[in-house]
């Protein structure tokens, strides 16, 4: 079983509507990550936080906001998405922010975002 | 963006059977990782493989590295039907924690 938790699983939303995907760990990890999947595709990187810090963003658009409220939660708001944006959401942790300590990461199970 | 290129993009292979997949990358790094993912879920890291390192074991798994050519290989002996996923390589680029996936395999075995 993951030990990183995302919410909801499954998400339908309007062109207008504003939504938010959930992100939580409890391994004490201090990078955390945002991936976005198309079908048949690899994970594309989204965002990076390290120790609660935006670290990395891959030239999201504005319409995908993240959040990382504390060390164990990330957030990614949603407000006029587009529905090519529809696909797998994947949040990622590791245990070090640091550049110099890197590892595997531990995958959530994705949100299947929808967007009509 | 994408760190490179993996092949084949599908491989089918009889249960008992090897499977070899091969990831190529771009850029200096640190690490390089393999996942595996099974359809529509969440990915499972495999096995990490450092850049000094140049071969590593894990079960059935076995992984090679060769930063020179900067490709990496991985291979599963003795495959069973519930290997049947799609299998990324990942790397670290040297100076960043910017994991970066390749295309991926996807590898069916029959049984």
């Known amino acids: 079983d993951t030990e990183v938790t995302q919410t909801p699983k499954h998400l339908v939303m309007g062109m207008t509507n504003k939504k938010s995907l959930k992100c939580e760990q409890h391994?004490?990890?201090?990078?955390m990550y945002w991936y976005k999947q198309k079908a048949k595709k690899p994970p594309e990187l989204m965002f990076v936080y390290s120790y609660e810090k935006l670290s990395i963003n891959e030239s999201v658009p504005s319409r995908f906001s993240p959040e990382c409220p504390n060390s164990s939660l990330l957030n990614l708001h949603l407000h006029a998405l587009q529905p090519e944006d529809s696909a797998l959401y994947l949040c990622a942790s590791r245990t070090h922010g640091s550049v110099t300590q890197t590892g595997e990461l531990f995958f959530g199970e994705g949100s299947r975002l929808t967007v009509l | 963006s994408q760190q490179g290129e993996e092949d084949p993009q599908a491989l089918s292979i009889q249960e008992g059977e090897n499977a070899t997949m091969n990831c190529s990358y771009k850029?200096?790094?640190?690490?390089l990782q393999w996942y595996r993912q099974n359809s529509g879920r969440g990915l499972v890291h495999l096995i990490l493989?450092?850049?000094?390192?140049r071969e590593k074991h894990s079960g059935r798994l076995r992984v090679t590295l060769d930063t020179s050519k900067k490709s990496s290989s991985l291979l599963i002996t003795a495959s069973r039907a519930a290997d049947t996923a799609s299998y990324f390589c990942?790397?670290?680029?040297?100076?960043?924690?910017?994991?970066?996936f390749g295309a991926g395999t996807r590898l069916f075995v029959k049984a």
């Open positions: 493989i450092r850049s000094n390192e």
């Open positions: 391994m004490g990890h201090r990078a």
């Open positions: 850029t200096s790094i640190n690490n």
């Open positions: 990942a790397t670290d680029a040297t100076g960043g924690f910017k994991t970066i």
